[in-house]
């Protein structure tokens, strides 16, 4: 009776741990845009099916790079673009293509055994063998991901509204006031002072000293 009981406990617990299992590693996504689901990492790999704006998907992992990751979507299993997918990160959603290492998604290879699992029935599932020897997506260098709030950098000082007018107006005031005064015939170009009477011509018949 022992040993029963123990066998029931033993499965019951089988029973609940498994959806957590199957959880491990998944993080939750949604599509930003119409998104064409593949059958491997590159654009030339037959389309499994096209998803609207605003799908859920589930993420598997992605590739080094992050610019393709494996989802699913219901009964559909493939390859999606990861620019246009989209998880929450810091409360707001972020493109898994940028932001994917700080999620912390895990880094997956593909190959042609996924085909295997997921597409027999295909009709292009007969051109396995064309796929087969495919070799890995090239390795496109990216910057590395900024954290949220770093998508723009603060504005530099004295660019708040209104500063630039404000800027323009004290500009023109302090050209204006060192501008330097005409010169007065006889006087200084400095401006300094000059007798009132000394830039008068002597009047017609009077003789200069």
């Known amino acids: 009776m022992q040993r029963v009981l123990i066998g029931a406990v033993a499965a019951m617990g089988a029973l609940v741990c498994a959806p957590a299992a199957k959880s491990q590693g998944v993080s939750a ?8 689901v593949r059958a491997g990492p590159q654009r030339d790999y037959p389309v499994v099916a096209v998803l609207g704006p605003g799908t859920p998907v589930h993420v598997y ?13 219901g009964r559909v299993r493939g390859w999606a ?19 994917g290492a700080w999620i912390g998604l895990p880094v997956i290879v593909f190959s042609i055994g996924y085909w295997d699992q997921h ?16 070799p890995p997506p090239p390795m496109r260098p990216r910057p590395p991901p900024r954290p949220p709030g770093a998508d723009r950098p603060p504005p ?3 660019d708040a509204p209104g500063a630039a007018a404000q800027t323009a107006g004290h500009a023109a005031r302090a050209t204006h006031a060192a501008a330097p005064a005409p010169a007065r015939p006889g006087g200084s170009a400095a401006g300094g002072p000059v007798g009132s009477d000394a830039w008068r011509q002597p009047p017609p018949g009077a003789h200069r000293m």
């Open 156 to 158: 530099p000082a004295g």
């Open 81 to 99: 673009y990861a620019q246009f997918l989209a998880s929450p990160y810091e409360s707001r959603p972020v493109p898994l293509i940028d932001y």
């Open 119 to 134: 597409y027999r029935g295909r009709p292009w599932y007969r051109d396995r063998p064309h796929w087969a020897h495919r």
């Open 61 to 73: 992992g992605c590739v080094r790079d992050y610019a393709w990751c494996d989802i699913d979507a």
């Open 29 to 36: 996504a949604t599509t930003t845009q119409v998104v064409n």
